[in-house]
């Protein structure tokens, strides 16, 4: 099944190297935090994707039983294994690619509107910075009720 911690880290690490400038000027710069996690489980979407992968999962999950238990040789099981695991993280990797994508939109939006140049995740800031995460979901459902 998909990681979120893995979609979080994707996130977290586009909209660093995205809204990231070299940090020599770092004094005159504004810097924004956010909470990627909570901007993936908030995404309107988030929820009918989630569900789709699991379906996909559990699909994948029983396409792989009945080729391994109809397969002899381990390694040819292996093999399968590897393959159906794959094609899963593709899956994933093609229905989370949509949500990323908006909700780097939306960090871009809401930075651009808050004067914020710099955008870190939240746990990687010690003290300060200005948290723009409840404005990036809310900015991502304001997009999702245009669509």
Do not use: W
């Not at 929820?47 to 396409?63: D, G, H, Y």
């Not at 794959?86 to 960090?107: G, H, R, T, Y």
């Not at 746990?123 to 723009?132: C, K």
């Amino acid at each position: 099944m998909f990681s979120v911690k893995r979609a979080c880290f994707l996130l977290s690490l586009a909209v660093i190297v995205i809204l990231a400038s070299p940090l020599a000027g770092l004094a005159n710069e504004k810097i924004g935090v956010i909470d990627p996690q909570k901007i993936i489980f908030q995404h309107p979407r988030f929820e009918a994707v989630t569900k789709q992968l699991q379906q996909i999962s559990k699909t994948k999950e029983n396409e792989m039983k009945l080729a391994v238990d109809k397969e002899p040789d381990q390694n040819k099981k292996a093999q399968i294994f590897n393959t159906k695991r794959n094609e899963l993280a593709q899956e994933e990797q093609k229905l989370m690619q949509p949500i990323f994508k908006d909700a780097e939109m939306a960090v871009r939006s809401v930075a651009k509107i808050k004067g914020v140049t710099v955008v870190l995740e939240k746990s990687a800031v010690y003290f300060g910075g200005i948290d723009i995460t409840d404005d990036v979901v809310q900015e991502l459902k304001k997009n999702a009720a245009k669509k």
